[in-house]
């Protein structure tokens, strides 16, 4: 080294030249204690120190590594330290001095990649000259000896644990199914999750709420509540995501019809003033899985009659869809849950929104087979009289004739419990109400249009 050049330089930082051995070789520094201190995956703090450079430090993403690097030189000049890592991360200050920190990158390629951090040690702080002075800045460099220690440390992504069931069953006429999944990450990320069918509308996810550690607040996983719209074998998944990687567990849902619903037969109830009678469980033919009949008022009322049975009184009709009490329905389940919803396929009953009436706009497709929806009849066994068609009811009237109603809970609406509206009276002073020839007979000099409504049902009592 030159002493003419450090003289002309009095103002370059203490370490740029050496004046001790100036005409001597410059030796390169020497490194006497090179280590790092590791942050192990899912570790809440600095936990695993290693003296040997050779090594490799694992963290997770955006883990910290702490490096210190003690290095002397023979010529005793004094030695400066400067930090790279090409490939990505940060320095706490990449001109610290024997100790620094390095933190690793928040993404990484796959599920664990590899840094290269680097700490350059050099007996010349050619850093200190002023930037005009080019040359003697090479110049400096030219006699300034480096060393490099390099340290390699491997950043990892694990994926979440996630803990679910497997299977979830649940009776149709539970309105809702609770599910719960409980999740952890390896590397202390905090988790997102996502619920959702796996194929088809059969299922709904109703809501998703965070299920959380009751002494620390912090989410612990997650509960859905699943909505089925039709019985049978369903599948559910949930993910599990820290930002990086996701986790999925798929869930069989199980959905059936308990208890199973009648092949036909009669319900015996009670009006309100303690008379019992006996009603079909189906809309005529009164046979699950056989689409209801329809019928003219005269054809209904003979068709009963060949049973041994009437139609029945608007005050049957009304007590077997109320139930003994003042329901606006005869399904289990709220209509009003409903009401945002294009699509329940057989939640409710077979009204506008149900599979039938979604997927079809020709009337006589709507029309359901009887026992297609097993909550829609699930209070008393007596089933859609609310939705499908609408039904022929006849009962005495204060005068002794016989007053023809409809009960209008048909597929084209969502019609109630009270719905019935009168047609017209039938008399025949002297002779028996309920003699349906007779009636007939006077008719066929009376218009009947009234009397033969299309796709109009009807259910029998006695």
Request: glycine share 6%.
């Amino acid at each position: 080294m030159n002493l003419g050049w450090c003289l002309a330089a009095p103002f370059l930082a203490l370490g740029a030249c050496s004046l001790l051995h100036d005409n001597l070789p410059n030796d390169p520094p020497t490194v006497h204690l090179a280590r790092m201190t590791c942050q192990s995956p899912g570790a809440a703090s600095l936990d695993t120190l290693i003296n040997s450079a050779d090594a490799i430090c694992q963290v997770p993403r955006g883990g910290e590594v702490r490096f210190e690097v003690r290095a002397a030189d023979e010529d005793d000049d004094p030695v400066f330290y400067e930090w790279r890592a090409p490939a990505g991360g940060s320095f706490r200050d990449a001109q610290a001095q024997e100790t620094n920190s390095w933190f690793a990158p928040q993404i990484i390629t796959g599920s664990s990649e590899q840094f290269v951090v680097q700490v350059l040690v050099t007996d010349r702080n050619c850093n200190a000259i002023a930037v005009p002075d080019i040359a003697d800045r090479q110049r400096c460099a030219e006699d300034a000896r480096v060393l490099i220690e390099n340290f390699l440390v491997e950043v990892v992504q694990r994926e979440p644990l996630l803990e679910v069931t497997a299977d979830a069953t649940s009776a149709f006429s539970a309105p809702q199914l609770v599910i719960d999944s409980f999740g952890s990450d390896p590397d202390g990320d905090q988790l997102e999750y996502h619920w959702e069918p796996m194929a088809g509308d059969s299922l709904s996810i109703w809501s998703e709420e965070a299920i959380r550690d009751e002494e620390t607040g912090r989410q612990i996983g997650s509960r859905a509540t699943v909505v089925a719209f039709f019985p049978g074998s369903h599948k559910l998944r949930v993910t599990a995501s820290d930002g990086a990687a996701n986790t999925e567990r798929e869930i069989a849902v199980h959905v059936s019809i308990e208890p199973p619903l009648p092949t036909g037969g009669t319900v015996r109830l009670v009006l309100p003033t303690g008379q019992e009678y006996e009603i079909d469980a189906y809309e005529y033919p009164n046979a699950r899985g056989e689409r209801p009949q329809s019928a003219s008022f005269f054809q209904a009322a003979r068709l009963c009659a060949a049973e041994g049975k009437r139609l029945c009184s608007p005050d049957e009709w009304t007590a077997a869809c109320q139930a003994d009490q003042m329901r606006r329905f005869s399904s289990t389940d709220d209509l009003a849950a409903y009401d945002s919803r294009d699509h329940f396929g057989v939640r409710f009953c077979n009204v506008p929104g149900s599979a039938f009436s979604h997927f079809s706009s020709d009337p006589t497709a709507q029309l359901a087979s009887s026992g297609s929806f097993p909550n829609c009849g699930g209070a008393t066994g007596v089933f859609d009289l609310t939705g499908n068609m609408d039904e022929w009811v006849a009962a005495i009237d204060d005068a002794g004739d016989l007053a023809v109603y409809v009960v209008a809970s048909s597929v084209y609406e969502s019609g109630a419990c009270d719905s019935a509206s009168l047609v017209s009276t039938l008399s025949i002073e002297g002779q028996d109400p309920y003699d349906i020839e007779v009636l007939a007979e006077i008719m066929t000099d009376s218009p009947l249009q009234t009397y033969e409504q299309p796709l109009l049902g009807f259910r029998c009592c006695r």
